[in-house]
C-alpha cells in the first residue's frame, strides 16, 4: 500500500529562497520516502531559476524569499 503525503521543500540559490509543494509517497516495500520524477523536475527547475535570477520563473513553482542577512547582537 501505498500513501501520499503533501510537503513543502526548501530550495536555497545564493541570496533566495523557495518554498515548492511535492508529494512525498510513502510505500510498505520502502523504509524512507520517495518524490515522483515530476517532483524532483520541478524543484531542479527551480533551484536553476534562482541561480539565475530569475524570481519569476521559479515563482511558478512555488514561494520565492529573498534572505537578509542580520548582524547578531
Known amino acids: ?30 523504509w524512507s520516502p520517495t518524490m515522483s520524477p515530476d517532483d ?11 541561480r539565475r535570477g530569475d524570481i519569476a520563473g521559479a515563482a511558478k513553482y512555488g514561494r520565492v524569499f529573498e534572505l537578509t542577512p542580520v548582524a547578531a547582537k
Open 40 to 50: 524532483a523536475q520541478k524543484l531542479e527547475k527551480v533551484r536553476i531559476a534562482l
Open 1 to 30: 500500500m501505498t500513501t501520499t503525503r503533501r510537503a513543502k521543500e526548501l530550495i536555497h540559490e545564493g541570496k533566495y529562497a523557495a518554498e515548492v509543494d511535492i508529494d512525498l509517497l510513502y510505500s510498505d516495500e520502502s
